[in-house]
C-alpha cells in the first residue's frame, strides 16, 4: 500500500499553525508587560525630573540674587549691580525686607509630583509646593522696590542692587 502523503503534511502544517499562534500570543503578553511596567515608569520619573530641574533654576535665580546682596552690601557706598534672573514656570521670586538678618529672598515652586520636604496645597497627593528663604547677611539692611515684590515665571527678569546711605546704609533690591 502507498504512504498518505497528504496526511503527513497536514500533520505539519497545524503544529506549524499552532506553535504560529503561541509565539503571537507570547509577543502580546510581553507587550502588555512592557506597556504596563515600563511606560509607567518612565512617565513618573519624567515628571521627577522636570520637577527637579524647576527648582533647581529657582533655587539658582534666587542664589544669584541673595549673592549680589551681599557682594553690593558689603562694598562702598553706591555701588550698583544689574543682574539677570531667569524664573521657571511655575515658580516665583519674592524679595522680604528687613533689617539685621531678617532681609530675605524667598522662592517658591510648584511641582507636578510629591516630594518629601514639601507642602501638600490642595490635600490631592500630587501637586505639592516647596517654599525656602535664603536670608541676607546679617549686618545688612536689605530694601525692596515696589517693582521686585513677589515675580511669577516663566520670565526673565533685570534686578539692580544699590547701596545707599541715606537714611542709613542699606542695600535696595529693584527691578528693572
Excluded: H, W
Excluded at 509630583?113 to 497627593?125: L, M, R
Amino acid at each position: 500500500m502507498e504512504p498518505d502523503i497528504m496526511k503527513k503534511q497536514s500533520s505539519n502544517g497545524m503544529r506549524r499553525g499552532q506553535a504560529t499562534i503561541e509565539f503571537i500570543l507570547l509577543v502580546v503578553v510581553m507587550l502588555l508587560f512592557i506597556n504596563t511596567a515600563i511606560v509607567t515608569n518612565a512617565n513618573t520619573v519624567s515628571v521627577a525630573a522636570l520637577d527637579v530641574s524647576t527648582l533647581g533654576k529657582a533655587r539658582l535665580g534666587a542664589e544669584k540674587l541673595v549673592d549680589s546682596v551681599n557682594y553690593v552690601g558689603f562694598s562702598g557706598e553706591g555701588t550698583k549691580q544689574t543682574i539677570t534672573v531667569f524664573i521657571p514656570d511655575k515658580a516665583k521670586i519674592e524679595c522680604i525686607p528687613g533689617t539685621a538678618g531678617v532681609g530675605a529672598i524667598k522662592f517658591s515652586t510648584i511641582l507636578r509630583g510629591p516630594a518629601n520636604g514639601c507642602t501638600d496645597t490642595d490635600g490631592d497627593g500630587k501637586d505639592d509646593t516647596c517654599i525656602k528663604e535664603l536670608p541676607v547677611y546679617t549686618d545688612l539692611t536689605l530694601a525692596c522696590d515696589t517693582t521686585a515684590g513677589t515675580i511669577s515665571g516663566p520670565t526673565i527678569v533685570n534686578y539692580t542692587v544699590t547701596k545707599t546711605t541715606t537714611p542709613s546704609p542699606q542695600v535696595t533690591l529693584s527691578r528693572g
